[in-house]
């Protein structure tokens, strides 16, 4: 462990399952001060336990589409533990699809929460990170933000608005003490691959390679190096890829 997060208040979106639920309990272990934020509050629950440091941390159920929740998270976050010194963006959705089977809900819930939701993120806890002259705001991208896949149009588009999005902050934050990062993680064994209905897609594009993919956790490693760099030290991006599925 580093002496770098202890005590560090780190507000974790998507928390409840897969990624950010590793993420939060990585943080945890290395003495961080945690809050679990996602929609569903049975699955918060059942991840805060095994948090190392479980006192230290908060639930707060929050949908990341609404601007207005993702404002009362951070200000909850902030009266329950103190001004927040990083977030990290993992709430996200995936589904794969042909465009011509125009599935309009699911490009639209895929824009709502992994666009929209990321800009309610930056939002809600941007100024507060400026006026105090630190702050480090990590987003799970995707190798989909540097390559764009078949069956995965609207999802790779989304992950390429996200890393735009944290370019252009983080050369617009330079100076000020706040730092930007995105991972990029390839496949990993989560949940996430449920959400997908389109068959014709799922059967084209969306088998199983046969090649062992990242689990939850060296995803969180990853994040974990992020936040833990020297304050002089910006980690801009990540790529993280099973080995046998490099892009
Ligand atoms: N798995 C992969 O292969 C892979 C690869 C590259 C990138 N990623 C990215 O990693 C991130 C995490 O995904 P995962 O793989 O860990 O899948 P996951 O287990 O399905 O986690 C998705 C998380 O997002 C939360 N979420 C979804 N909609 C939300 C909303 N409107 N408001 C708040 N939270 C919301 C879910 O919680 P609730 O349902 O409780 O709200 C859940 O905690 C996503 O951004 C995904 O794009 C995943």
């Known amino acids: 462990m580093s002496e770098a997060l202890r005590d560090r208040?780190?507000?974790?979106?998507?928390?409840s399952s897969g990624i950010g639920a590793a993420v939060a309990k990585m943080?945890?272990?290395?003495?961080a001060r945690v809050v679990l934020a996602a929609r569903r509050e049975d699955a918060l629950r059942e991840v805060q336990p095994e948090l190392e440091a479980s006192e230290g941390s908060v639930v707060h159920t929050t949908d990341v589409t609404d601007r207005g929740q993702m404002g009362a998270l951070v200000e909850r976050a902030e009266a329950d533990l103190g001004p927040v010194d990083a977030l990290v963006n993992c709430a996200g959705v995936m589904y794969f699809t042909l465009m011509k089977n125009v599935r309009v809900e699911e490009w639209e819930r895929t824009v709502e929460v992994n666009c929209k939701g990321a800009l309610n993120c930056?939002?809600?806890v941007l100024p507060g990170?400026?006026?105090?002259?630190?702050?480090?705001?990590?987003?799970?991208?995707?190798d989909a933000g540097r390559?764009?896949?078949?069956g995965l149009a609207v999802y790779s588009a989304s992950k390429s608005f996200v890393e735009a999005l944290s370019k252009g902050l983080r050369l617009e934050t330079a100076g000020t003490g706040v730092k930007v990062t995105t991972v990029q993680p390839g496949n990993v064994a989560t949940d996430l691959l449920d959400l997908s209905g389109d068959g014709e897609a799922l059967e084209l594009y969306g088998q199983p390679t046969g090649s062992k993919v990242l689990d939850p956790e060296d995803v969180a490693r990853a994040v974990i190096y992020a936040l833990s760099q020297p304050e002089h030290v910006a980690v801009n991006e990540v790529l993280v890829e099973p080995r046998d599925e490099p892009v």
């Open 9 to 15: 208040v780190v507000v974790v979106t998507g928390a």
């Open 27 to 31: 943080l945890s272990e290395e003495g």
């Open 122 to 124: 930056v939002g809600a």
């Open 129 to 142: 990170m400026i006026e105090r002259g630190r702050g480090h705001i990590v987003t799970i991208s995707s």
């Open 147 to 150: 390559v764009v896949f078949p």
